[in-house]
């Protein structure tokens, strides 16, 4: 045998034993990996089940509630989807959560007043607007028409959708409280929580500042 054959027959011998290595690596880097998916799988299903377990033995909420994005709710899309009636009761109930007597008004002829608020002896005109689309003066001006009407002290408009410029303007000019997208997830997150729990002084401003006017914490008197 030559020993040009013989330097070939090494060649080739370590050509096969280089393959059968980087077989034998390849397979550990997937068996590895294996292990390393089942294991975060594994640790993922178990801190799944103790989150699980600790909402459902969690205590009650309370203020302030710090939210990543106020456009996600299950109570506003729930909103969202509901027709004009619907969405006057459910502002009912909500109220209600506040201490309020509550009364929603008949579908037509409402003279732009959906829900009427009382509350010792204090009324409050609420308009309900349901909307994709900013709402407009018009709801503004509807309900200090109806003041007089109800004989309500404010007026109130609650939207899950935001106000024009020139509605928040006429808003302020004719001191109706105005309850955007925003402000009513706040109201709604402050009516799950016990009473006792509820500190006001801790809220953000939007919240302070309709507490001052319609009384939602009763620690307000207003002139009869």
Do not use: W
Not at 7 to 30: H, T
Not at 69 to 75: L, Q, V
Not at 78 to 100: C, H, N, P, S, T
Not at 120 to 131: E, F, H, L, M, T
């Amino acid at each position: 045998m030559t020993i040009q054959v013989i330097i070939y027959c090494l060649f080739q011998s370590y050509g096969v034993l280089r393959d059968i290595d980087m077989l034998e690596l390849e397979k550990n880097f997937v068996d590895d990996r294996t292990k390393l998916i089942l294991n975060y799988l594994n640790c993922s299903e178990n801190i799944k089940n103790e989150l699980s377990l600790t909402d459902s033995h969690s205590k009650p909420l309370q203020y302030p509630i710090k939210r990543i994005s106020h456009k996600i709710s299950y109570d506003l899309a729930m909103i969202d989807k509901m027709v004009g009636y619907d969405f006057e009761e459910y502002v009912a109930k909500l109220f209600q959560r506040f201490g309020f007597s509550t009364k929603v008004t008949k579908k037509s002829g409402d003279f732009g007043c959906d829900v009427l608020l009382e509350k010792n002896g204090d009324r409050i005109a609420v308009q309900v607007k349901n909307s994709i689309n900013k709402v407009t003066l018009k709801a503004v001006q509807e309900i200090v028409a109806s003041l007089k009407k109800y004989d309500a002290r404010i007026g109130v408009v609650i939207t899950n959708a935001k106000f024009t410029k020139s509605a928040r303007q006429l808003g302020k000019i004719n001191g109706v409280v105005m309850i955007n997208r925003n402000a009513l997830l706040r109201l709604i997150d402050l009516s799950k929580m016990e009473k006792s729990r509820r500190i006001f002084s801790r809220c953000p401003k939007q919240v302070r500042i309709t507490d001052s006017k319609l009384n939602l914490s009763g620690n307000y008197i207003f002139p009869m």
